[in-house]
């Protein structure tokens, strides 16, 4: 059997970023102490079910390093007691660059982690201003040099688009600095304004559609000419340095969510944990979101992939998954080039064409 990737919601904030729609709180020692036990219980409870072994563990959050590299490896050993880690190819902390310290790098180094996954946002700081960040470009430059300092080379960082006021010249500005650190993978979302957070109650004007297709189209263009790779709508690595992690969720592959909030797709089964810190450390059970891994989404996750919907492994995944891939790939061509490549073997969507996504892979299915 495969192995599956295992994502861990740290569900802790010091403040909440206006944009954010993540689930968080605010830590206190007694809290992360009955987390960390929870999350331990968890994985004990899951590899009594599930005999495999791991290929990815992404730390994810809120803000993973505020339970500190003590709390990573806790959870790194439970999970190493308890699974099958051998060929583990890949384990992630996000960061906040305000609160990570050499000394965390170090730990969590010698605790099995390899890549760190950071929110610069933008290097501008009227723009981290605007983001309520609380953070500085100095600090992500320091927090940088701090992880390959410990060893950890693989780090990534993330930009946002579409930003009030945002020009080509700030973006450029924080492309560059990116390309500058020398890091090897690049995210890079346009912000969407998400209900119940503080922006959706202001009166934010954010670049209309077409300016912010502009602004992606731009950046993908300049990371490319500095040596990054667009290997999905929104990430770009240099070569072989893509998310291990997220290619298991875009490949149609199986993970476990450990976390409140934390999702997860098991044996075509997907189910999470609500957003409730309190009910998680009872021991609240998880909640059914249905069956999952059928056509249809293996197709629209491995869109969102450069590389796109190859014949062959459709073939192999499911029983008439090669008439399915015909059938789409029919319907493709009727979609102007500017928007989609086809050949006999592969449906890709173009970058132009990641812009209006949703509709394309609606045309499809
Ligand atoms: S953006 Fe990150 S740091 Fe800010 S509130 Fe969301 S999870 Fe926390």
Not at 219 to 229: Q, T
Request: glycine share 8%.
């Amino acid at each position: 059997m495969d192995a599956i990737g295992m994502y861990i919601h740290v569900p802790f904030c010091l403040g909440k970023c206006p944009y954010c729609d993540f689930y968080s709180v605010y830590p206190d020692e007694n809290l992360v102490k009955e987390y960390l036990g929870a999350v331990k219980t968890r994985i004990r409870e899951y590899s009594l079910i599930y005999k495999r072994g791991i290929k990815t563990v992404y730390f994810g959050g809120g803000t993973p390093n505020l339970i500190g590299h003590k709390g990573i490896s806790e959870i790194l050993n439970e999970i190493k007691e308890n699974f099958n880690t051998e060929n583990t190819e890949e384990i992630t902390v996000e960061c906040n660059p305000n609160s990570v310290t050499e000394e965390f790098f170090t730990e969590v180094k010698k605790a099995g982690v390899n890549r760190i996954s950071m929110g610069l946002q933008s290097a501008n700081s009227g723009e981290l201003k605007f983001l309520g960040r609380k953070h500085s470009a100095e600090n992500v430059l320091n927090a940088v040099s701090f992880a390959k300092k410990a060893g950890i080379e693989n780090i990534s960082l993330d930009l946002m688009i579409g930003l009030e006021n945002q020009t080509k010249e700030m973006l450029l500005n924080s492309v560059e600095f990116c390309a500058l650190l020398d890091i090897p993978h690049i995210s890079s979302y346009i912000l969407k304004i998400e209900e119940n957070t503080p922006f959706a109650k202001r009166n934010i004007v954010l670049p209309d559609e077409d300016a912010s297709a502009e602004l992606y189209l731009f950046v993908s263009k300049e990371l490319e000419k500095r040596g990054y790779n667009q290997y999905e709508i929104s990430n770009y690595s240099k070569e072989g340095m893509e998310s291990r992690h997220n290619l298991v969720y875009w490949q149609g592959k199986e993970y476990l969510g450990i976390g409140p909030g934390a999702h997860s797709f098991m044996e075509n089964k997907r189910f999470y944990y609500e957003r409730d810190l309190k009910a998680f450390i009872e021991g609240a059970a998880i909640v059914d979101d249905g069956e999952g891994g059928d056509f249809e989404e293996f197709l629209m996750l491995n869109l969102r992939l450069k590389r796109g919907l190859i014949k062959k492994e459709c073939a192999e995944k499911f029983i008439d998954g090669e008439i399915l891939f015909n059938e789409a790939l029919k319907k493709a061509k009727k979609i102007p080039d500017m928007y989609i490549e086809t050949d006999s073997e592969r449906i890709a969507i173009t970058k132009e064409g990641f812009l209006i996504s949703n509709t394309i892979i609606s045309m499809l299915i």
